[in-house]
Each structure stands twice: as structure tokens, then as C-alpha cells.
């Protein structure tokens, strides 16, 4: 006898079966997946500071994750691009430039910050023992950026700059160096190779600067450990959002929704895992979409608006 309850029941078992044949079949498509990060530290720190993390997903997702560490941005932008990566950390503007530039992802979380904000800063540091106050006393000195894709280490610099009026960095300072990494880019300046820095910062405890700190990483001529008091910030840029995590665009829904879970419950979940990225920085991930990224999209236009102009 067919009754309410058996259809009921029925209908809840196809819904199951569904659910299961839709997650086996991404799991045949997608027996492994890619996560590329870009190297704001040493290969050896970031394998260190992101492997229980993709172990975590790969515990979740019910597929082997494994880490990329990119040479550099533009390094993740084109693999998305080709397909050889499925899942990458970006930084807010070279996730513009893949999108600009016709790149598949899409943009599904991004950092909380201990006091619930989800954004940063770019600033300048020069080292406490100079006698610069300001931007605008360094012409004719070494500049030290990070990488042409970088956010806080070149894009949003370039626009400071160009608000202070200066217009052309490559010919108001002596040298623009790019340092590959915002470690390379402290460690320039510890060294005196440039006068001063492009890097990014959240607060004083939250910032590449601050890892390197706590690592005693940074020594001055003599050997001895630098502290954070022998650094000076002379400019800070209004808020920048915090990079976005992506996937291609083309992965399964059911793929994707399982990714977006799995970031979401990290923080109870794999609490040691979480606060191994940040240092315990960080305080979970914010749902986030492409557009919230627009702003940075127009950034990055103008940039290359400065470019061209300069090349003209």
C-alpha cells in the first residue's frame, strides 16, 4: 500500500542517492586537485605553514589536494589558465589581472582578521636609524617592490605615488627593484640594498614583518636580531580587501560547494591546521564573490594606464 509516509521516504532516498552519485562523479573527474599559494616567505616555510591545511582538504573534499608553491604570481594566473590548477590563494590584484586578462576562477572566500575586518594595507617602511619622514625625501634612492602582480608590493604603491604626485617611480628614485617576495623585499632592507620598502600590513602583529620578527630573521651588520622597533612605516594606503581563495570556474557545483564548506568550518574543524596559516592571525573565512573584487579590477586599470602613458 502506497501511503504519504513510503512517497515521502522514497523521494528522501533519491535525493540521497542523487547527492552520492553527484559527489562520486566529481570524485572520478577530479581525483586530485591543484592548490597553488605564491611565496610571501621561504619554500621551506610556506610548505611548513600551508601542508596540514591541504592535508585537512583533502580530508574533507574525499580527494588527494595537493600544494603548488608558485614562483610568483603570474605563475598561478596562467596555471588557472591552462587547467593545471584548480584552487589558488591570491593576492587581490593579480586576482584582477587573471580576471582581466579572461582566466576562468572565481572568487569564493577570503581572510577575517582577528578584529572581524577583512582587509590591509600597503605601507612604506624604511628603517628607524634613517632620516626619512616622509615619501617624497627618498628621491634619488632605492625603492624595493615585490612582484609586478603584488597588491600591497606594487600596484597599490604605484597608486600612492601617483597621488603624491609622483607619477613615475622608475625615474624619481635611482633604482626600482623588484625583490620577488615580501621577505626578500624586508630582508633588502635590512641589508641596505634599497632605502625603502613596499610591504603589506594589517597591524602590528599581523604583517610579513612581524613573521620575520618572530622567526629572527632580520639582523643588522653585526649579527644581531632586528626587533620590530628598528623599522619605521612613513606612509599607509587606505584599506585594501584581503586576497581572495578562487577555483576555476569550470569545476562541478557539487565540487565547488564542498571547497566553500570546507573552508568554512576549518576553524573548529582543523582549528591547529587554521591558525598554522596566520600565526593565529586570522579568525576564519568570509564568503565572498567575484565582484567584490571589482574595485581592484579598476586599480589595476589604472596602473596600466600609468604604463602606457610612461611608455608614450
Known amino acids: 500500500m502506497i501511503n504519504r509516509r513510503s512517497i515521502l521516504l522514497s523521494a528522501a532516498a533519491l535525493a540521497f542517492a542523487a547527492t552520492s552519485a553527484s559527489a562520486q562523479d566529481y570524485k572520478a573527474k577530479y581525483p586530485e586537485l591543484t592548490f597553488a599559494v605564491v611565496p610571501a616567505e621561504n619554500a621551506s616555510g610556506v610548505t611548513e605553514r600551508w601542508t596540514p591545511f591541504t592535508a585537512y582538504l583533502s580530508k574533507e573534499l574525499g580527494v588527494k589536494v595537493n600544494l603548488r608553491i608558485a614562483n610568483d604570481y603570474a605563475a598561478v594566473i596562467e596555471g588557472q589558465r591552462s587547467g593545471n590548477i584548480h584552487l589558488a590563494s591570491y593576492g587581490s590584484a593579480s586576482f584582477a589581472r587573471a580576471r582581466l586578462t579572461g582566466v576562468k576562477t572565481d572568487a569564493f572566500a577570503n581572510d577575517i582578521n582577528i578584529d572581524g575586518s577583512t582587509g590591509y594595507y600597503s605601507v612604506f617602511f624604511v628603517k628607524a636609524t634613517s632620516p626619512y619622514k616622509t615619501v617624497q625625501e627618498l628621491k634619488g634612492k632605492n625603492l624595493g617592490l615585490v612582484d609586478p602582480n603584488s597588491t600591497s608590493g606594487n600596484n597599490v604603491p604605484r597608486f600612492e605615488l601617483d597621488k603624491m604626485g609622483i607619477t613615475d617611480a622608475d ?23 634599497v632605502d625603502v620598502v613596499a610591504n603589506q600590513w594589517t597591524n602590528d602583529g599581523d604583517s610579513t614583518l612581524a613573521q620575520m620578527i618572530t622567526k629572527g630573521m632580520l639582523k643588522n651588520a653585526d649579527g644581531s636580531v632586528m626587533k620590530k622597533d628598528d623599522f619605521r612605516i612613513i606612509h599607509k594606503s587606505a584599506p585594501i580587501i584581503n586576497g581572495p581563495y578562487a577555483y576555476s570556474s569550470d569545476l562541478p557545483e557539487e565540487l565547488k560547494a564542498a571547497i566553500r564548506k570546507a573552508f568554512e568550518e576549518a576553524p573548529t574543524k582543523d582549528k591547529a591546521a587554521f591558525d598554522k596559516l596566520s600565526d593565529g592571525q586570522k579568525k576564519g573565512f568570509h564568503a565572498a564573490t567575484t565582484k567584490d573584487w571589482d574595485a581592484t579590477i579598476d586599480l589595476i586599470k589604472f596602473v596600466d594606464a600609468l604604463r602606457k602613458k610612461k611608455a608614450s
Do not use: R, W
Request: no cysteine; aromatic share 14%; glycine share 8%.
Open 171 to 193: 625615474t624619481y628614485f635611482s633604482k626600482v627593484v623588484f625583490t620577488g617576495s615580501h621577505e626578500n623585499a624586508m630582508l633588502a632592507l635590512s641589508q641596505g640594498t
